[in-house]
């Protein structure tokens, strides 16, 4: 079966930097969507950004566009989230997530594997 693991969250400083990785146990990853969430405390989960198999495209947040990064290494079956800027409001506990499926890249339900999460903190 399918693990997502990530890795790379921890306690930082706002305008500091931070590069979470999530890395495949198995499967064809160079064929995944794959994509990160984040879910603060009370708050629903809320997509941050995904990059499309194949070139299809890479999406992101509003909040995030400009200061996160996503990318990929399919020989590594790694997914990255370059974090810069961060910003208290930042803080979450981030996981990523891969599919096959077609359909909005911002949907949860599309996503078919998720990883654990690694929390991020952002202090002010």
């Known amino acids: 079966q399918v693990q997502l693991v990530e890795s790379g969250g921890g306690l930082v400083q706002a305008g500091d930097s931070l590069r979470l990785s999530c890395a495949a146990s198995?499967?064809?990853?160079?064929?995944?969507?794959m994509a990160w969430f984040r879910q603060a405390p009370g708050k629903e989960r809320e997509f941050v950004a995904a990059?499309?198999?194949?070139?299809?495209?890479?999406y992101y947040a509003e909040p995030v566009k400009g200061r996160f990064t996503i990318s990929r290494d399919n020989t590594k079956k790694t997914v990255y989230l370059q974090m810069s800027s961060l910003k208290p409001e930042d803080t979450a506990v981030y996981s990523c997530?891969?599919?096959?499926?077609?359909?909005?890249?911002?949907?949860?339900?599309?996503?078919?594997?998720w990883g654990q999460g690694t929390q991020v903190t952002v202090s002010s």
């Open positions: 997530a891969a599919r096959t499926l077609s359909g909005p890249v911002q949907r949860p339900s599309t996503y078919t594997y």
């Open positions: 198995e499967g064809t990853f160079r064929n995944w969507d």
């Open positions: 990059e499309l198999w194949a070139g299809g495209g890479i």
